[in-house]
């Protein structure tokens, strides 16, 4: 998905990156005031989440956390009314819902941190 590129895009701390945190974080504020409770919006936001909410969570810190309880607050209690009627957004919703109260945000996400030392270090031709 885009969203997912976009996110492992937005959090990587490369000097030079035209597209930092800063635009994640408009993103995603802007994404929670104007896009509907709706399936393929909750997957978007879930795979933005997973992979950009960790640095989010560190360099934010309790302005994040207050992102995520007006995710709780206003956005999950919009998915739970919908869901009765979709299995797929009872799904989506149930991992959203998981992932923020859960606080899986401050788990570093596989694959952030490269080895400094790899097999090929030790292998000789």
Known sequence: SMVLLYGAIVQTD????????????SWLSRF????PATRPCAAAL???????GYRMSAVY??????LMAYL???????LEAK???DADLRAV?????????GQ????????RSLKKVDESSYTRA
């Open 104 to 111: 899986q945000y401050k788990q570093e996400p596989e694959g």
């Open 72 to 78: 709780t607050q206003h956005y999950l209690p919009a």
């Open 32 to 35: 929670l005031n104007s896009m």
């Open 46 to 52: 879930m795979s933005f989440l997973a992979h950009a």
């Open 61 to 66: 810190g309790r302005q994040f956390h207050k």
């Open 14 to 25: 490369t000097p030079g990156n035209a597209v930092d945190l800063a635009h994640g974080w």
């Open 93 to 101: 919703g149930t991992r959203l819902q998981t992932y923020v109260r």
């Open 83 to 85: 869901a009765t009627k």
